[in-house]
């Protein structure tokens, strides 16, 4: 099947049956055919992909994003999409290593932001915190208003032993105008720990 660019599309159409009455006639058969013409690429499989993962059939929906990532090995947003399913599903070691992938091809700005905040939480549940912390790092430098990667990584500092660290963090978020809070049930802990008020 040919992968016509819209505008070869729209110029066929013109060529094909100028001052016609039957333009609108070869516009819809065009337009019913383009959707032949998505058919089989990566933006149709995670659309695909989607669907299968909001009717919760999470099988159906890692097929069709392993089927994108077939198509477009590039396509960021394919891995995104299995890993948090992968993660849902609690395979953390596939979501990781598809996390991985994502941060390869996009680790900048705001999406690459939360490619490392998704891969920290993946860190959190494989119980490693040392490198979820690096993780929420990397992600509050490329967006330092990430709130809730403050909260987690304050959470982190606390399973590893860096009270005073901890409670940077918890400062940042009680600072913030987020809606995020800090449980006090984690307060409490953080302050029997580490000895400090506040």
């Known amino acids: 099947m040919r992968n016509w660019k819209v505008s070869t599309i729209v110029a066929l159409i013109l ?5 016609s009455s039957n333009l609108w006639a070869q516009v ?12 089989g690429t990566a933006i149709y499989f995670v659309d695909q992909g989607d669907q299968a993962g909001r009717k919760g059939d999470f099988a159906e929906a890692i097929k069709n994003f392993s089927l994108a990532i077939a198509q477009n090995p590039q396509m960021t947003e394919a891995y995104i999409k299995r890993g ?15 996390f991985d992938t994502a941060i390869q091809l996009d680790s900048t700005g705001e999406s690459g932001a939360l490619n490392y905040y998704n891969r920290a939480l993946t860190y959190e549940n494989l119980g490693n915190p040392e490198k ?9 430098e490329l967006m330092p208003t990430y ?4 909260k987690n990584r304050a959470v982190n500092y ?13 400062q940042k978020v009680k ?21 400090r008020v506040e």
């Open 132 to 140: 979820a912390i690096e993780d929420y790092t990397h992600a509050i």
């Open 175 to 195: 600072a913030s105008s987020s809606n995020i809070r800090i449980s006090p049930d984690f307060l409490d802990m953080l302050r029997k720990e580490s000895g």
């Open 15 to 19: 060529s094909v049956a100028p001052g």
């Open 28 to 39: 819809n058969l065009i337009t019913n055919e383009s959707v032949a013409f998505r058919n």
């Open 84 to 98: 948090l399913v992968y993660a849902k599903n609690k395979d953390f070691t596939a979501a990781l290593s598809d």
């Open 158 to 170: 606390f399973r590893t032993k860096n009270y005073d660290l901890a409670w940077d963090d918890v």
């Open 147 to 150: 709130i809730p990667a403050y």
